[in-house]
């Protein structure tokens, strides 16, 4: 049984800094695209950062430059990095490897 458990969530001031973790369990990590989503309340769930298998990362542009995604094919772990975190970050987060979500962590930015 596939599980991607996310963590990491928590509450922050502007200008602070997460680290989300998503332990992938039940699947082989080394073939899989691997994806954060976030959906903001009263929004649609919208993509965040990707790696893929070729090492290509890529990145929303409201995320570019503050956030970092990285993966340990080894551990079947994804991260995301959040610098200089803004209000509009608050959301809550989601790993994907398709087809496959998880549960998702929460973020929230105040002023």
């Known amino acids: 049984q596939v599980q991607l458990v996310e963590s990491g969530g928590g509450s922050v001031q502007t200008g602070g800094s997460l680290r989300l973790s998503c332990t992938a369990s039940?699947?082989?990590?080394?073939?899989?695209?691997v994806n954060w989503y976030r959906q903001a309340p009263g929004k649609g769930r919208e993509f965040v950062a990707g790696s893929a298998l070729d090492g290509t990362v890529t990145y929303v542009d409201s995320v570019k430059g503050r956030f970092t995604i990285s993966r340990d094919n080894a551990k079947n772990m994804v991260y995301l990095q959040m610098d200089n975190l803004k209000t509009d970050d608050t959301a809550m987060y989601y790993c994907?490897?398709?087809?496959?979500w998880g549960q998702g962590t929460e973020v929230t930015v105040s002023s």
């Open positions: 039940g699947i082989d990590f080394t073939v899989k695209n």
């Open positions: 994907r490897v398709n087809p496959y």
